[in-house]
C-alpha cells in the first residue's frame, strides 16, 4: 500500500483527514507500547501508522483506530510533508523522540 499524496484520487476527492500526523501508541498487538506517527488513513475504521524505525514510512502498519491511542499531534509543517509525499524515516524518528523527551518532562 503506497502512501497517498495530495495529487491522488484520495485528495482530489475532497476528502481531508485530520489524524495524519497525530502521534499515538499502539494498545493492542505485538508493537504494545509503541509510540507511532499517523502517515495514511485507508478508510474510517483502520489508519496507517509507522515510526521510522522498525515500521518504515515506506511501508507502513495497518492499525484499528481502536487499537491505538493519540498522544500528541505534530506541526503544521510536518504534517503537510506527510501528506505531499517528502516525509522520510529521520523525520519520523526526530519527531517521535522530540515528543516523547517532551512528554517525559
Avoid: Q, W
Avoid at 515510526?51 to 504534517?79: A, C, E, M, N, W
Amino acid at each position: 500500500m503506497s502512501i497517498k499524496k495530495k495529487t491522488d484520487v484520495f485528495y482530489e476527492k475532497g476528502i481531508s483527514d485530520d489524524s495524519i500526523g497525530d502521534v499515538v501508541v499502539s494498545l493492542a498487538g505485538h508493537d504494545a507500547g509503541l509510540v507511532l506517527i499517523v502517515v495514511g488513513k485507508p478508510d474510517e475504521s483502520n489508519v496507517l501508522v509507522a515510526d521510522g524505525k522498525t515500521r518504515k514510512i515506506s511501508s507502513p502498519k495497518k492499525k484499528k483506530v481502536k487499537h491505538i491511542s493519540v498522544i500528541s499531534r505534530l506541526g503544521y509543517d510536518v504534517r503537510m510533508k506527510i501528506l505531499d509525499g517528502t516525509a522520510n524515516d529521520s523525520l519520523l524518528r526526530r519527531e517521535i523522540a522530540s515528543v516523547t523527551a517532551e512528554k517525559l518532562n
